[in-house]
């Protein structure tokens, strides 16, 4: 690969504060005055947008602020254009329901995020008549027999939520573009370790809650892609951004804003610290699941597939054999050792422990979850980099001796 998304974000136009401040101001306005009567009639067919000469017209169309955070992740992912929006899963819900109509069909990996399976399942066949087909995203096969002539969409995520499927991108953007469907990755788990839209795919959409935020702070999402499609969802009559409304606030966009250019240093040791505790795990012959490891499923199609310099990611999975035994290891963690959090998300600068069967993935039903191979007594770690690493791993092999899994 020879994007480098580090350097691509160095290249954006940065934006100064309106006093010359080294940050960009927070644009607190939600309207937009227009100077010359004339240009409202052309802003409202949607013919005069911000870069022509028009005005932002209001912030639920677009806000200066998060307009530049939108440049800076086109330019992380390498996409024409991106928007923010105010969660992760309403970025997923209006890049869908932008590109299918009641009747299309999208083709989706069976591991995903709860709330986007819970979407695809339930609420988008019931509410807007578009079905969803699962399948193992690593079966080329099953995936090109699940196309059918109306299917919209392929989904899925870069790196599957909770059990680490790699997606082999380049070939499910080939199996779409050849069946005339776009490909939307979820990107939340790697971003700057691997660039979905350099690998081919359509549209690019993240929580930005997790590793972009960072601190565990703000709600947040984005849509990255061509510039046709992001202006398509910013529609006045047809755009699903402007017309369902999740918009980012301003001051969310710019603190966001901040997170960015160290992005890159914090992946590099999310995954430095994963690589070593998996390591050390694998070695005492504990059952862990993380694409750094030479014998996890993905590992040679991550090397294939991934930005150089980031590492794998900083999420392993450790299945501890029973949801009794997860629980216990969870709470010996966090109460005696100060390991970590028991909390969903992940990408925080602490370690997040859930039990994905009993909480995010739980809206999944008991058959969903054995095929995706979601066990009960799985724990999946979002490792922090708090502390050093030996202090935590010291406080990681105790616990494990205290369970009896070590
Ligand atoms: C958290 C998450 C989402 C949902 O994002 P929100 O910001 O909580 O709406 C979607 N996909 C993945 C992979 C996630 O981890």
Redesign the pocket.
Known sequence: MTFDPQRSLAQVRHEFGEHGGVNMSIEASTTFTVLDAEVMPEIFQGQRGPDQGGCYLYGRHFNPTVYVLGRYLAALEGTEAAYCTA????A?AAAIIQLCEPGDHIVSGDT??G??HALLKEFLPAKNGIETTFVNIADHEALAGAMRKNTKVIFC?SLA?PTLVVADIPTIAEIAHANGSQLIV?N??TPMLISPAQLGADVVVH????FLGGASDH???TVCASQKFIMSMMDLHMGALMLLGPTMDPSVAAALSLRLPHLGLRMAEHSRRAQAFAERMAERNLNVVYPGLPDHPGHDLFRTLANEGYGFGGVFALDTGSRDKAFELMDELQNTHRFGFQAV??GYFDTLMSCSASSTSSEMSEEDLEAAGIKPGLVRISIGYTGTLEQRWAQFAEALGKVALL
């Open positions: 969660s992760g899963l309403s997923i995903i995020y709330g986007t995520e939520n979820d939340t788990f929580s930005m809650t997790k709600i947040a999402g998300s992940l």
